[in-house]
Structures are given as structure tokens and as C-alpha cells.
């Protein structure tokens, strides 16, 4: 199975501030990664497919980059209701596997 | 809008099995090219894809859990469902179903539903 090993597991940043989540692949994955936010009590929020394609209804301020094994999320200026868990998904081979996510919070 | 609703029992014991139904409103379970999953969310945030049944009925599990999953549908009433046999305190998670295309990010999930392994 692939690995999909997110970094840092916990953040804290204030209100404006550039953020920067990674997720690394234990084996190249192409382009086939997926972001995902996700706040207490609601189901999964798809932010990014193909690892860099903003999902419609999505604020501009995240984008995402990469391919092969290392990718990245960024939230150009972090706002309030930005606060959950972000976790990653690769799709390039069976069995579909996840990061084990990063928690941002507001400092 | 494509909706989907997790069901489940709460509690189940140890080496019976688990049973969660998804329902989905807002699209066919049955409409190309569409696979409709089981995933589950561990405390710690773990996320494991469990398998998926498809818009034609194929069916494909993680190897995993091969030997103890089964993943059904009801097409007249639009759902799926999810059983886990021989159930222990290991398999208490959050279960969410979640729609995709073949091998594809997931684009619609339920909320999921809490089971807990205890006696």
C-alpha cells in the first residue's frame, strides 16, 4: 500500500497568515491527490483534486501544488472558519489510501 | 444535490457484526460511471477505505479486510449497505460513505455514523 505521510499533525497560525500543509507519498502518485477539510461534526469537504484543480464554490485562497511524492496545500491568508483537519488522499493505485491529516488552528 | 446518510447501531459486540446503511437521495445509485464506498475514521484521525459497490454492481474491498466485509445495495431504495463480520474493539471508528468515479477522489460523503466494538 502507499504511505501518505502529512506534515506538520498540528498548527497554529494567526488570522492572515500564509499556511503551508505538506503530504508526501511513499511511491510516486502523479498527479492523482486530493485535499480535504474537515470541522467537527461534518462530513468531509473536498477542497483540491488532480492536485492542483480548485473545486468549484472553493475560496481562491487555497491552492495546491505538486506531483510524484510530494505535494503541498496552501491557504494564502488564513481566516477564522478555516479551522479543521486537513488531510490528503492519494487515488493512483489500489487500495486508495489517506494522510493521517493536519489540525489547524487559530493561535 | 447528491446527499448521502449513514445509519448505524452504536454498539456492537465483540465477534458479531456490524451493519451501516447509506443512504443516497439526489442521484441514482445505478447511474454510469459512479462507485459508491465504505471508509471509516479511527480515533487519531486514521482514515482507511474499506471497498466500494459500483453503478453495475461490481465490487472490489480493500484486501485488508477481504475476508470480513461485504458491501450490498437496494436499488429500489437507493441504498448500500456495509457489513463487518467477527467485529472487535479495534473496528470502533466513524463510518462515512462517500461517492467517486473509478479510482477517482471522492466527491460527495455522509457525515458518518459512530460504531463502537463493546460488550
Known amino acids: 500500500d502507499i504511505q501518505m505521510t502529512q506534515s506538520p499533525s498540528f498548527l497554529s497560525a494567526s488570522v492572515g497568515d500564509r499556511v503551508t500543509l505538506s503530504c508526501k507519498a511513499s511511491?510516486?502518485?502523479?498527479?492523482?491527490l486530493a485535499w480535504y477539510q474537515q470541522k467537527l461534526g461534518e462530513a468531509p469537504k473536498l477542497l483540491i483534486y488532480?492536485?492542483?484543480s480548485l473545486q468549484t464554490g472553493i475560496p481562491s485562497r487555497f491552492s495546491g501544488s505538486g506531483s510524484g511524492t510530494d505535494f503541498t496545500l496552501t491557504i494564502s491568508s488564513l481566516q477564522p472558519e478555516d479551522v479543521a483537519t486537513y488531510f490528503c488522499?492519494?487515488?493512483?493505485?489500489?487500495?486508495?489510501?489517506f494522510g493521517s491529516g493536519t489540525k489547524l488552528e487559530i493561535k | 444535490q447528491v446527499n448521502l446518510q449513514e445509519s448505524g447501531p452504536g454498539i456492537v459486540k465483540p465477534s458479531q457484526p456490524l451493519s451501516v446503511t447509506c443512504s443516497v437521495t439526489?442521484?441514482?445509485?445505478?447511474?454510469?460511471?459512479?462507485?459508491w464506498n465504505w471508509i471509516r475514521k479511527f480515533s487519531g484521525n486514521k482514515l482507511e477505505w474499506m471497498g466500494y459497490?459500483?453503478?453495475?454492481?461490481?465490487?472490489y474491498y480493500n484486501p485488508s479486510l477481504k475476508s470480513r466485509i461485504s458491501i450490498t445495495r437496494d436499488t429500489s431504495k437507493n441504498q448500500f449497505f456495509l457489513q463487518l463480520n467477527t467485529v472487535t474493539t479495534e473496528d470502533t471508528a466513524v463510518y462515512y460513505c462517500?461517492?467517486?468515479?473509478?479510482?477517482?477522489?471522492?466527491?460527495?460523503w455522509g457525515q458518518g455514523v459512530m460504531v463502537t466494538g463493546s460488550s
Open positions: 488522499l492519494q487515488h493512483n493505485s489500489w487500495p486508495l489510501t
Open positions: 488532480n492536485a492542483n
Open positions: 462517500a461517492r467517486n468515479a473509478y479510482r477517482d477522489y471522492f466527491d460527495y
Open positions: 511511491q510516486n502518485i502523479n498527479k492523482y
Open positions: 439526489g442521484y441514482s445509485i445505478t447511474t454510469s460511471y459512479y462507485y
Open positions: 459497490i459500483s453503478y453495475d454492481s461490481s465490487i
